[in-house]
């Protein structure tokens, strides 16, 4: 049983097909890239799977379970959590405050207030924050916006991590640090589907990629795989 | 190590500006706690101040949907009118068969007839609808129920309104007290939200509801809860209101000025504080009572027009002064 299966997703906004019959599968362990040029509809397949919008048509399932149309805060509780490409971080909370709430509302059990705190602060630390905890989060640099939107991410305690442009905008140094977090987080065995431009982050860390294009996806295989099919190529040079 | 919040809520360092806070506080409770023994318990003063109260109260409930779920309810006249109903109609029917007349059980009920009515059109107006579109649904429910107790057969008398007994009518001295303690209550009610689980929900709702959904919050749920409260709040101000003016009908108690007041004394004395509409319910008190005893009765208009201006030329609010002067230390 595969850990997320998508089939046949698809969702129009009007006359555009932004994701149009998309079958897809993760299994538990991996780090899945998701690639392809702007407006692919990467993010919206994130979306999709996180219960923003609702696909129509198509069937997502986590663990064999049927989880198309769940609200958005049980598909955060069953383990399923994202980040966000443009940075949706509470912002005029501190940041310790950002990371508590998805220690509290995002497990099917809520811990106690001390244990939150100290599940936050050991999270802050892992990604890098316990120095600024205290800081409104919208004092933060993007850098530290997006390892504070991973933080608090992982405070839901997930099984599938998404992470949306996760090194897009930041200097080469962060991207190592990011590229380092992320091979952190799958060692501590998160399964991860990122959506990157950065190709050496991808190639690197990704085991399997799948590309989007206009809504479709149109290849899918190992990174040597992907650097090598003309259809990419072409896709991506005739941009 | 830094310090880690033992509080739901941030905790913001104890600095000269809570010490001040606190010092406020406990000498507002003095005074208001000892103000009878030293006044004529008929002046108008007395009768100032529980109106005074009943805005704290209403604006209290306002404030709890509006400050800190950034939701406009346009609908606070119902949830004031079914307090000021329901008491008039449990006691003109001898439903509890206890004394009714500043009866807790009654206040209690009066509330809670409002925000059983809140999550009745709470539940497809939050599930469908944010922002303006909100509000505009609030003010239609609002209207919808206007309309129903003007229809209300016996049950309301429709224009007519009900009478309750005026006999138990001593002095303004029960007035003060309850107001008092219900105008406490209201605030501290809003506190202890704001400083809880679900007033962390309730701010993460606030900046980003998308976000706090895909972090395990169920917003319709969180946004339901502090709206079924700000109507028991304001519902609870019906119930005051209707001991004192013993005619409830829908001119009295469901006109646009109890749509217009509790959102006066927020923004007067500014929104999303806790401090705020108790500021702002002193200040819009003396405006309304100067203006009844004046010229009899507050238009709408003015109330309305009020609160433009006070949006034009006060933003934050009286409190937001407070604010700017901490600020220049
Ligand atoms: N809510 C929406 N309403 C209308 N159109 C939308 C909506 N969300 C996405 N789209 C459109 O769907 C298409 C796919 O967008 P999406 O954000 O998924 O692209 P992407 O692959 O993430 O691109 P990028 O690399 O730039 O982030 C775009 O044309 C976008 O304008
Ligand atoms: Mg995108």
Redesign the interface.
């Known amino acids: 049983m595969h850990l997320l299966e998508g089939e046949g997703v698809s969702i129009h906004f009007g006359g555009l097909a932004a994701v149009s019959d998309v079958s897809f599968y993760i299994d538990q362990g991996e780090v899945l890239g998701l690639i392809g040029p702007n407006g692919a509809g990467k993010t919206t397949l994130f979306n999709l799977i996180?219960s923003?919008y609702v696909p129509r048509p198509g069937i997502l399932k986590f663990k064999g379970k049927n989880i198309t149309g769940m609200?958005?805060?049980k598909i955060?509780?069953l383990g399923i959590?994202?980040t966000?490409q443009t940075v949706?971080?509470?912002?005029?909370?501190?940041v310790?405050?950002n990371v508590?709430?998805?220690s509290?509302?995002?497990?099917t059990r809520?811990p106690a207030?001390?244990e939150a705190?100290?599940q936050s602060?050991e999270l802050l630390e892992f990604v890098g924050l316990?120095r600024v905890?205290?800081t409104p989060a919208r004092d933060l640099t993007l850098a530290n916006q997006k390892r504070l939107e991973v933080a608090?991410?992982l405070?839901?305690k997930p099984e599938l991590l998404m992470l949306d442009e996760l090194m897009a905008g930041l200097n080469p140094t962060e991207v190592a640090q990011a590229m380092d977090l992320v091979r952190q987080i799958r060692d501590k065995g998160i399964t991860i589907i990122m959506i990157e431009h950065v190709m050496k982050a991808i190639m690197s860390v990704c085991g399997r990629i799948i590309v989007l294009h206009h809504g479709q996806k149109i290849a899918e295989g190992t990174p040597q795989e992907i650097a090598n099919s003309k259809t990419v190529i072409e896709v991506y040079l005739g941009e | 190590m830094a310090k880690s919040p033992s509080f739901i809520g941030s905790l913001k360092p104890a600095g000269p500006e809570s010490l001040t806070n606190l010092v406020i506080i406990v000498l507002a409770l003095v005074f208001f706690g000892t103000f009878l023994f030293y006044t004529d318990i008929d002046s108008i003063i007395v009768f100032y101040l529980f109106y005074c109260f009943i805005f704290i109260i209403i604006g209290q409930g306002w404030n709890i949907v509006a400050g800190y779920t950034g939701q406009i309810s346009l609908g606070s006249h119902a949830f004031f009118g079914i307090g000021a109903y329901t008491t008039a109609i449990i006691w003109l029917r001898d439903i509890t068969h206890t004394w009714y007349f500043f009866d807790p059980l009654v206040m209690f009920l009066s509330g809670l007839a409002a925000a059983v009515f809140a999550v009745i059109i709470g539940i497809p107006i939050l599930s469908r609808l944010r922002g303006d579109y909100f509000s505009f649904a609030t003010l239609a429910a609002a209207q919808v129920f206007t309309v129903l107790v003007l229809r209300g057969g016996k049950l309301t008398e429709g224009a007519m309104g009900l009478r309750i007994p005026g006999t138990l009518f001593e002095d303004l001295g029960i007035y003060y007290w309850t107001g008092l303690l219900l105008a406490i209550l209201a605030t501290a009610a809003v506190f202890f939200v704001t400083r809880s689980r679900l007033g962390l929900a309730l701010r993460a709702i606030s900046e980003d509801e998308m976000s706090a959904a895909s972090h395990g919050i169920s917003v319709l749920r969180y946004k339901l809860i502090a709206f079924a409260i700000g109507a028991f709040i304001i519902g609870v101000g019906g119930n005051l209101y209707a001991y004192y003016i013993f005619s409830i009908s829908p001119p009295a108690v469901l006109n646009l000025n109890w749509l217009f007041y509790p959102i006066l004394v927020c923004i007067l004395g500014g929104n999303g504080t806790i401090g705020g509409p108790v500021i702002g319910g002193f200040v819009v008190g003396a405006i309304v009572v100067f203006s009844e005893t004046l010229i009899g009765r507050v238009h709408p208009m003015v109330s309305g027009v009020l609160i433009i201006l006070v949006m034009k030329f006060l933003p934050t609010g009286l409190i937001g002064l407070k604010a700017k002067v901490f600020q220049r230390h």
């Open positions: 996180s923003c609200s958005p805060y955060c509780r959590a994202r966000f949706k971080i509470f912002a005029n909370m501190p310790i405050d508590r709430i998805g509290l509302f995002g497990n809520s207030s001390a705190n100290q602060i316990s905890m205290n608090r991410a405070a839901t």
